[in-house]
């Protein structure tokens, strides 16, 4: 099976981690993955990358194209591809104004094979009845284990503070950083610091969540969040806001913290997983990852079988 990933390529490092991971894992299931990577900003920025798609799809006998977000989504659909065309959309798809989901909906009845979503929230949000809920996967074997105090001197941390992490660029307006901010400082406490780290290559990101004592999550909205699934792959604590199928993801495993928008409440479930990182050094949340089936190989059959589906190949 020949399958073209496209996505967007504006991303400091390419193509984002994520849609890479992702390709990456149905290549070890024996998949043949090309990638294209859409550079171009705004609507018309991506629409600029459609003579791009049509020719890539022309001279490659490709069997399906996946496109990621829909913006992307939107480019190859108007390269009137011959082959079928599966898309998945993310968490900032679900958001997005009433022309932009209505121009979703549209392609969905009209154009799109199969559309995957990342949580049911999303498929209620867009009312996209039969996409199919297939969150992000986590590739288990980036995630060796290293000591915090060893993870802080790679980093250059202070080995006597307490990090709580915010894994996003504080400018991301639905990330909510000011909440965030607002609650560390309510904390006073010199020996704690918040800790934003964005724009890293993904291996110093792991350094961070092993070195952190708390992944805090703030955001107005998400899908399936990989940070995430990523700290509690780490077994770290993690503290979010009720957004996403961050409740499912935690379900009732100790050291994890669903929080409010109340800046006190998030004060208040940091200093608990704070107290719970002193008492018992870390969670059991790898363990949960990969009892939900969320590592990346149970993920990677998952879509396999929905390419299987759309091309009518018997399992």
Request: a positive charge; proline letters at 3%; glycine letters at 6%.
């Amino acid at each position: 099976m020949k399958i073209l990933f496209i996505s967007s390529g504006n991303n400091q490092f390419g193509i984002s981690p994520i849609v890479f991971n992702q390709g990456e894992s149905l290549k070890q299931n024996k998949i043949e993955v090309a990638y294209l990577t859409v550079k171009g900003k705004g609507l018309f920025g991506y629409l600029k990358n459609v003579p791009r798609i049509r020719s890539k799809t022309k001279t490659n006998n490709y069997d399906l194209i996946h496109a990621h977000y829909s913006l992307s989504a939107l480019a190859a659909t108007l390269s009137f591809p011959k082959i079928p065309l599966v898309v998945s959309l993310m968490g900032t798809d679900s958001k997005m104004n009433l022309f932009w989901r209505t121009i979703i909906k549209l392609c969905y009845i009209l154009f799109w094979q199969k559309v995957i979503v990342k949580s049911k929230e999303m498929t209620d949000n867009l009312k996209l009845n039969k996409a199919v809920v297939i969150p992000n996967g986590v590739r288990f074997e980036k995630f060796d284990f290293i000591k915090k105090e060893e993870a802080k001197i790679k980093l250059g941390l202070d080995i006597n503070k307490r990090y709580i992490l915010f894994l996003s660029n504080p400018s991301r307006y639905e990330k909510n950083y000011k909440l965030a901010e607002t609650a560390v400082n309510l904390i006073n406490d010199n020996s704690v610091e918040l800790l934003a780290v964005f724009n890293k290559e993904h291996s110093d990101v792991v350094n961070y969540l092993y070195a952190a004592d708390v992944l805090l999550i703030t955001s107005l909205w998400e899908g399936s969040p990989n940070a995430v699934k990523e700290a509690m792959v780490c077994n770290l604590q993690v503290v979010s806001t009720v957004v996403g199928d961050v409740k499912w993801l935690f379900g009732n495993e100790p050291g994890h913290y669903l929080a409010s928008f109340d800046p006190t409440d998030v004060v208040a479930k940091i200093k608990s997983a704070l107290i719970f990182s002193e008492k018992y050094g870390h969670t059991n949340g790898r363990k949960r990852i990969l009892e939900l089936g969320l590592d990346s190989k149970t993920v990677a059959k998952k879509i396999i079988n929905v390419y299987k589906e759309v091309l009518n190949i018997s399992a």
